[in-house]
């Protein structure tokens, strides 16, 4: 006959696995924010010489979130940047870049829109890019 004597279980929560951005030296972490940060001032510029300025209220929140999109897709796809350390970079979790990427990439089928991304990956790896591959160490 089983026994119905109860037996106490101790809760273990699993554990964390370790923080991305502890695994960058604090020179790391500048550098990537630095170069994610031109990436976006580049994406900003070019959407103002497009004439996308002067927009106020929720037209201006859209496009400062089309812009930081852009930019994170910019900034993984251009300078290879892991996901993770985008993320770091902007502030962000990497589902949000994970997102970011997608939904610029769905909305690459519109040709404006294609060709305003494309604008910004060829400024960037002109600024970016060397003979020698990718600027991201």
Known sequence: MLSQEVVP???QPAPQPPDPAALLSPAERQSLRFRCMMVRQVVAE???????EGRAGRDRRRSVQHI???SMYVSHVVLQIPM???AIAFGADRSTVSHACRTV???RENR????FVGAAER???SFFLTAGGPAHG
């Not at 404006?112 to 060709?115: G, I, L, S, V, W």
């Open 9 to 11: 279980v101790e809760y």
């Open 46 to 52: 070019l959407l103002a010489f497009a004439g996308d």
């Open 68 to 70: 930081r999109q852009i």
């Open 105 to 107: 990439e769905e909305r």
């Open 123 to 125: 400024l960037t790896a």
């Open 84 to 86: 993770q350390h985008v």
């Open 112 to 115: 404006a829109y294609d060709d």
